[in-house]
């Protein structure tokens, strides 16, 4: 059992793997927090209360509460509202009738339950054991939710609120986060990724000033600037060491998560729907829930924080047709021939890698209507006659007849002005009546907020998939959204458009993914523009970003990696000098680091050597030694290329049986130092084969030896010359005994 009540003391301990989350209602009848960490005892931990501070809103809240006086400020919160003298960033904030905006929600009942209810309309974790605490609003009706769900086998807390209208009258949400969460310390720094199109992933560690530090989406997609991720850091904590506890908010759309250093001694953190062009109508009867929360905790540095997120997303999270199972290891059309894809083009590509054990042909945008660039036929998604004149099933026959199976491109959610779809319906597209939309990629976007448009779409792809053999569905989202408004809603319902979106995007995901079962699908956004946990419930893996140069993506990969398993993140080898950076890295380089993914190539084969062909087949091979480490491993990131000359990492598998170091030095120095690499997560008494297929090097090492002595990267080639730029260097390890 992961959750215990002691109804003497009131006390809830919520226990997982390693951690535990413990909360109590205290005399104001207030869920009061005190501890979220390292799993301790069922013990009462009311000595951690403040009763003598001048303050203390447990004495006062009762009576009259008033600013600079006794309130609701210091409380260590579960839950925290504005309006009763917390002053402090709340989760909640309802508008009533009367114009109040005054609640105060106290614990009336809770519930154990073994079966996790489903989120409505909103992706969530499987599994474990869920907590459900009912407040009830001291001055009305209203109720509150919140939930809380554990893993015997997890390190992660998922919580979420739901807001329940039990009274006769109409509210208005103006806030509604997913949490509130206050942790001990004042001086902890905060860890965040900052993403940009071709350079996402980027991890920033700042320390906590008083005040607020915010990261948000206001673009209805929710990683083109920062991801829905922070984690909280000690000032001492390392990759390896110290405690570090995670935030991600399994959502796609405008967000906020905040970190606020009070005067107390505390950090609160808090977050979830952005309430920046936001408020919900919620009707006498209506409950609204706000998207999950997944909290992890570990005092093995980030690293240990990132494991225990993919341990739980791989289990929990991610779809569970395809989360344990081989991925398509594809040849993707886009670097090879971008618009221009026509079977004359298609087929010697396939016909090249023949054979190699690229077991995936992804046919990329460019297929349908009159999409031959993209300034037009988004939204046409039947096969365009001119490109493919006997339909897709020759291409589709030829792919199969190669031993490879189909993959195929689409862009649900977008349209081009310049479209049958767009001259039929232009009120699908969103835009304020009488003004201009904004075009960007010179594309609209969908209304997915409409039933009638979504109905058009999942029929559209889905004739698509129904007449062709296809088994695999890139589905991209090429840009941000704008002017953010539905022809559909009324005028007081139009701040509802964000989250509105998300649930039209989840609904069409639930209709087009169960609707084909067997279909594999990938996410991707112009790159990583949407890669987040509620787009990895639905697709098993995500495009991490447009730019595929090898240097880029080992930091690309290695931010991404800080909350997402390699699984997720998917990776393509590329032709050289690169598109996105006119960078020339090793060959061998290109697939060292896009195999630290669910990889794939994504060049034109006619154009490159046959020497590289073969390459690439020794490559598949290595890979699909390593495919299990990718898909449930222990990654240890060692070196990055943020801050060093050198990148590196370690995946083992869990039983410490065998396990892969790749290791790359980005600029080659004449004379250079002698550089020792330290893997880890090995076992230390066990005896390892360490190999070095190029060097033909074979050691025998303790696990102790490997991770303490380390392991040395050659400063010249295996023929003795000077390595050149962006050299790899790859280990094999294998348990002897
Ligand atoms: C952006 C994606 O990230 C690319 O991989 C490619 O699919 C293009 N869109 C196609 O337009």
Same mark, same amino acid.
């Given at each position: ?10 006390? +809830? ?24 960490g ?140 997913? +949490?509130?969460l206050?942790v001990v310390g004042s001086d902890h720094d905060l860890l965040t990724i900052e993403n940009a199109?071709?350079r996402e992933g980027k991890p920033e560690r700042t320390p906590l000033p008083h005040g607020i530090v915010c990261v948000d989406e ?5 990683t083109?600037r920062h991801s829905p991720a922070m984690a909280l850091i000690s000032k001492n904590t390392t990759e390896d060491f110290g405690p570090a506890l995670g935030v991600n908010l ?5 967000y906020a998560l905040k970190a606020e250093v009070?005067?107390?001694?505390y950090t609160r953190l808090t977050g ?22 997944v909290l992890a905790y570990s005092n093995e540095g980030i690293g240990g924080m990132s494991r225990e997120y993919h ?99 689409? %862009? ?70 704008? %002017? ?44 990583g523009?949407?890669f ?20 880029m993506?080992t930091q690309i990969q290695y931010g991404t990696s800080l909350f997402y ?70 990654l240890y990131r060692m070196e990055n290329t943020f801050d060093s000359n050198y990148f590196a990492v ?30 880890r ?47 790899? +260097? ?8």
């Open positions: 059992m992961a959750i215990y009540f002691n109804p003497e003391t009131k006390f +809830f301990y919520l226990e997982g793997k390693n951690i535990s989350y413990v909360f109590g209602i205290n005399r104001t009848g207030f869920p009061e927090h005190y501890y979220f390292t799993r301790i005892g069922r013990d009462d931990l009311t000595y951690t209360y403040e009763a003598n501070i001048g303050d203390s809103g447990e004495a006062a809240i009762p009576g009259k509460v008033h600013a600079g006086g006794l309130s609701y400020n210091v409380y260590r919160s579960e839950v925290s509202f504005y309006g009763n003298g917390e002053f402090r960033e709340c989760s909640l904030q309802l508008l009533q009738k009367n114009g109040s905006r005054l609640n105060e929600f106290l614990y009336e009942t809770h519930e154990i339950l073994a079966e996790k209810p489903a989120l409505a309309g909103m992706p969530s974790m499987r599994g474990g054991e869920t907590l459900k605490l009912t407040l009830k609003d001291k001055f009305s009706e209203m109720r509150v939710h919140l939930f809380y769900t554990v893993y015997d086998d997890a390190s992660v807390i998922a919580r979420h609120m739901e807001i329940e209208s039990c009274t006769d009258e109409d509210v208005k949400i103006l806030r509604a986060y997913s +949490f509130t206050d199109w071709a206001k673009s209805a997609s929710s083109r399994i959502y796609s759309a405008s009070g005067t107390k001694g979830g729907i952005n309430d920046f062009d936001f408020t919900w109508e919620l009707s006498a009867g209506e409950t609204f829930a706000t998207p999950e929360v341990d739980a997303y791989r289990k929990y999270l991610i779809n569970e047709r395809f989360a344990n199972i081989p991925h398509p290891l594809v040849i993707n059309s886009w670097e090879a021939v971008y618009f221009g894809c026509t079977p004359e083009r298609l087929l010697p590509i396939i016909d090249a890698v023949r054979g190699t054990g690229i077991d995936t042909f992804v046919l990329d945008d460019g297929w349908f209507g009159a999409r031959r660039n993209d300034k037009a036929g988004l939204g046409d998604w039947t096969v365009s006659p001119e490109v493919f004149p006997d339909g897709l099933t020759p291409v589709i026959d030829y792919v199969h007849d190669a031993g490879m199976k189909f993959g195929i491109w689409f %862009e649900p959610e977008m349209v081009n002005p310049d479209s049958d779809l767009y001259r039929a319906h232009p009120d699908w597209a969103i835009s304020v009546p009488g003004t201009e939309p904004c075009v960007s990629r010179r594309q609209l976007v969908l209304d997915i907020t409409r039933e009638d448009v979504r109905d058009y779409i999942v029929e559209a792809v889905s004739k698509i998939l129904r007449e062709n053999e296809i088994d695999y569905v890139k589905w991209d989202f090429n840009r941000a959204i704008t %002017e953010n408004f539905s022809r559909a809603l009324p005028a007081g319902k139009q701040q509802e458009f964000h989250h509105r979106y998300a649930l039209g995007l989840y609904d069409l995901c639930e209709r087009l993914v169960n609707g084909f079962p067997h279909i594999f699908f990938e996410g991707c956004a112009g790159g523009g949407r987040d946990p509620a787009i990895l419930y639905y697709f098993p893996q995500i495009w991490a970003s447009d730019d595929t140069d090898a240097y993506r398993p390699l699984s997720a993140i998917s990776c393509h080898t590329s032709i050289c000098p690169n598109h996105q950076t006119e960078r020339t890295t090793p060959f061998s380089t290109r697939a060292n680091i896009a195999h630290l993914g669910a990889t794939g190539y994504e060049l034109d084969t006619t154009k490159i050597t046959p020497e590289e062909l073969d390459e690439i087949k020794l490559q598949v091979a290595e890979y699909r030694e390593m495919e299990d480490l990718v898909l449930h491993g222990d370690t995946v083992v598998s869990k039983d410490k049986a065998k396990a892969k170091v790749t290791a790359m030095r980005a600029l080659c120095r004449p004379n250079d130092e002698h550089k020792r690499i330290f893997p997560g090995l076992d230390v008494n066990a005896v390892y084969e360490v190999v070095n297929k190029e060097y033909e090097l074979c050691l025998r090492l303790s696990g102790a030896s490997i991770m303490n002595v380390g392991l040395v990267l050659p400063l010249k080639t295996a023929g003795g010359k000077m390595p050149g730029d962006f050299k790899t +260097f790859v280990f094999d390890i294998k348990k002897v005994y």
